[in-house]
């Protein structure tokens, strides 16, 4: 292949990658989706893209190191503190439920698609993964009750290491008997290698980089470099001791560097984060490119029986199981049942396996990924369509999202926060200060500790039932950078702000336009800094509500000019935002949230009539 051929190959990758992933931001759809189509129309369908061609003996190790990373960065998620407070149904499915999924997906391989069972544990362990790149986005078109959303969203979380973890031993299994000509106790002693030396170079290696982070021996800006450094460093190494304990490797490496005390792995996280949305696009579009539809056309109809089975026996004995003694009604039960999309971790694991199974002499290990993928393809799709209609059809899916999200966790958003919560308002507070984020959870207020516009929120921030956007953060560049990010969430008249004192003295040219910014919080001029200087001087935040003796003129003219309304609940109990000027008038029995200022000390104005006498 020419220079040319494989510059227009790269760029042709890059630019469908880039389309496909911003489709699927726009449409808010998983972007695996788009990332298949796009490999299948460039692949089997048009002949444009040969990845073999295109990459020649690099692309296998491309897409081991691709899948390496894919998987350190999944196993940084997985903390150990966590375990308890996600509460006793999740536990059940990654675990009870796991183990039944895989059971019913490896009988259903083996009978119906006459798989050896090596090839079908195998298989079931690769498909019983979901993950938040798939579960997130359809839960925001879905928009089911918290309930439900919670359980989803955390069981991808967790699901997502532990399922790539149990399939690199299974793989670990398969292999190292094949390589001592399947005898037992030859085959387990190298199983037992591959995993001891998995766990032991993982364990070392994310222990000495753990030390690296703790002590500060690199600068901030090569942490990055190193931690990628690091890891294929360990992949490799541990290939070369015993074969295929790679993986293994650095699954655990991510583990422990998550679970270690005193070290910060954020940046790495957000980075490998950043780096694995790069490596998936491209990887996706390679791994469709090679699919071999004639053999799974071959295998007949068959695969639609297992994907039958999947769908509709698999994941409902899953979730009975898991949910049984609960206080989950039978509709939450059934959309639970419901969805269960597969997506990246299956894909891209798949496609490693498949390649050593088949040099290995495994008759059928190439139709593990084509299979994979149709598994993956069919859930996305079928449950895409229908879990919505079916949510309201069950009656468990949220009205008009009427939550609010605030960024920010500071003394102005608690005050706001509490006042919300108290009017049966979900809200969510994020911020990036701990000490602000620890004083919200003191209040007893839901909280998101991290930057909201980073990639960790796509995945893990849950914007279920929230349908409005405070910005109350004192950066008003957080502030503007925020409500442009989550445009789409929150529409134009659902983002409000707080401005920072100093943007009235700006220019328009030094200030963001106001198709970024949010629309200015309170039904008078009110910034940040006199909002944060009144509740210091003991002004509170206060709730009132109207009724026919007392109504929106005796409320004004009671508090006069020290109240400033900020939200109001009308008796549908609906909120709405006070903004400049003021679109309602309260009316009786609608409730008021206003910041009161404190009167000002009998004293204090004694002094100030004795000044003015002299």
């Known amino acids: 292949?020419?220079?040319?051929?494989?510059?227009?190959?790269?760029?042709?990758?890059?630019?469908?990658?880039?389309?496909?992933?911003?489709?699927?931001?726009?449409?808010?759809?998983?972007?695996?989706?788009?990332?298949?189509?796009?490999?299948?129309?460039?692949?089997?369908?048009?002949?444009?893209?040969?990845?073999?061609?295109?990459?020649?003996?690099?692309?296998?190790?491309?897409?081991?190191?691709?899948?390496?990373?894919?998987?350190?960065?999944?196993?940084?998620?997985?903390?150990?503190?966590?375990?308890?407070?996600?509460?006793?149904?999740?536990?059940?499915?990654?675990?009870?439920?796991?183990?039944?999924?895989?059971?019913?997906?490896?009988?259903?391989?083996?009978?119906?698609?006459?798989?050896?069972?090596?090839?079908?544990?195998?298989?079931?362990?690769?498909?019983?993964?979901?993950?938040?790149?798939?579960?997130?986005?359809?839960?925001?078109?879905?928009?089911?009750?918290?309930?439900?959303?919670?359980?989803?969203?955390?069981?991808?979380?967790?699901?997502?290491?532990?399922?790539?973890?149990?399939?690199?031993?299974?793989?670990?299994?398969?292999?190292?008997?094949?390589?001592?000509?399947?005898?037992?106790?030859?085959?387990?002693?190298?199983?037992?290698?591959?995993?001891?030396?998995?766990?032991?170079?993982?364990?070392?290696?994310?222990?000495?980089?753990?030390?690296?982070?703790?002590?500060?021996?690199?600068?901030?800006?090569?942490?990055?470099?190193?931690?990628?450094?690091?890891?294929?460093?360990?992949f490799i190494a541990a290939n070369l001791l015993v074969n295929e304990s790679g993986l293994l490797a650095v699954t655990v490496m991510g583990m422990c560097l998550a679970n270690m005390r005193a070290v910060d792995v954020r940046q790495i996280l957000h980075?490998?984060?950043?780096?694995?949305?790069?490596?998936?696009?491209?990887?996706?579009?390679?791994?469709?490119?090679?699919?071999?539809?004639?053999?799974?056309?071959?295998?007949?109809?068959?695969?639609?029986?297992?994907?039958?089975?999947?769908?509709?026996?698999?994941?409902?004995?899953?979730?009975?199981?898991?949910?049984?003694?609960?206080?989950?009604?039978?509709?939450?039960?059934?959309?639970?049942?419901?969805?269960?999309?597969?997506?990246?971790?299956?894909?891209?694991?798949?496609?490693?396996?498949?390649?050593?199974?088949?040099?290995?002499?495994?008759?059928?290990?190439?139709?593990?990924?084509?299979?994979?993928?149709?598994?993956?393809?069919?859930?996305?799709?079928?449950?895409?369509?229908?879990?919505?209609?079916?949510?309201?059809?069950?009656k468990v899916a949220e009205p008009a999202p009427s939550g609010f999200l605030i960024i920010g966790a500071n003394p102005v958003a608690r005050e706001l926060g509490k006042a919300l919560q108290n009017l049966g308002n979900r809200v969510l507070l994020t911020d990036s200060s701990w000490e602000n984020v620890r004083a919200a959870r003191m209040d007893n207020l839901p909280t998101y500790f991290g930057n909201p516009t980073s990639q960790h929120a796509e995945a893990h921030l849950d914007l279920v039932g929230l349908g409005h956007l405070l910005a109350l953060s004192p950066s008003s560049e957080l502030n503007a950078l925020a409500c442009m990010h989550l445009r789409h969430e929150f529409g134009r008249q659902r983002r409000f702000t707080l401005p920072a004192g100093h943007e009235s003295r700006r220019s328009d040219k030094h200030r963001a336009s106001d198709t970024v910014r949010g629309r200015p919080l309170g039904g008078a001029p009110l910034s940040y800094p006199q909002f944060a200087s009144y509740l210091a001087k003991g002004a509170d935040v206060r709730t009132t509500t109207l009724t026919a003796a007392f109504g929106w003129e005796e409320y004004q003219a009671l508090h006069g000019n020290r109240a400033t309304l900020l939200l109001a609940r009308d008796p549908r109990g609906w909120v709405h935002v006070a903004t400049q000027p003021l679109d309602f008038t309260p009316e009786k029995d609608w409730t008021l949230v206003s910041l009161i200022e404190a009167e000002a000390p009998l004293a204090a104005s004694a002094d100030q009539a004795l000044a003015h006498s002299h």
């Open 271 to 394: 980075f490998k984060e950043n780096l694995s949305v790069l490596l998936i696009s491209g990887l996706f579009i390679l791994l469709a490119a090679r699919l071999d539809f004639n053999a799974l056309l071959a295998m007949g109809p068959a695969t639609l029986l297992l994907l039958a089975v999947i769908q509709f026996v698999a994941r409902p004995l899953c979730v009975a199981v898991s949910t049984a003694g609960s206080s989950l009604s039978w509709r939450e039960r059934a959309l639970l049942a419901w969805i269960a999309p597969r997506g990246i971790v299956a894909a891209a694991v798949s496609a490693v396996f498949a390649l050593r199974l088949h040099e290995a002499g495994h008759d059928r290990a190439h139709l593990l990924v084509p299979l994979t993928f149709l598994v993956i393809i069919g859930t996305v799709v079928l449950q895409s369509a229908t879990a919505r209609p079916l949510a309201r059809l069950l």
């Open 1 to 234: 292949m020419s220079e040319h051929h494989i510059l227009l190959g790269l760029g042709g990758i890059g630019a469908a990658a880039l389309f496909c992933q911003w489709l699927a931001w726009r449409l808010r759809l998983p972007a695996i989706l788009f990332l298949l189509l796009a490999g299948i129309i460039a692949g089997p369908a048009t002949g444009l893209l040969d990845p073999q061609a295109l990459f020649g003996p690099l692309l296998f190790p491309l897409i081991s190191l691709s899948v390496a990373l894919i998987l350190f960065e999944g196993s940084l998620t997985l903390h150990f503190s966590e375990w308890r407070e996600i509460g006793r149904v999740v536990q059940r499915m990654v675990t009870i439920g796991a183990l039944l999924t895989w059971a019913v997906i490896t009988l259903a391989t083996h009978w119906l698609l006459d798989f050896s069972w090596d090839l079908a544990l195998l298989f079931g362990t690769l498909t019983l993964v979901t993950g938040p790149t798939v579960i997130v986005p359809m839960l925001r078109v879905v928009r089911p009750k918290p309930s439900i959303a919670n359980i989803l969203r955390w069981e991808g979380i967790v699901i997502d290491p532990i399922g790539a973890l149990l399939a690199v031993v299974v793989f670990s299994l398969i292999v190292s008997r094949d390589g001592q000509g399947g005898g037992l106790s030859a085959g387990l002693a190298t199983f037992a290698a591959v995993i001891a030396c998995g766990v032991v170079l993982g364990a070392i290696g994310g222990w000495l980089f753990g030390q690296v982070l703790r002590r500060h021996w690199l600068p901030e800006y090569l942490q990055n470099l190193a931690a990628l450094a690091a890891v294929l460093g360990v």
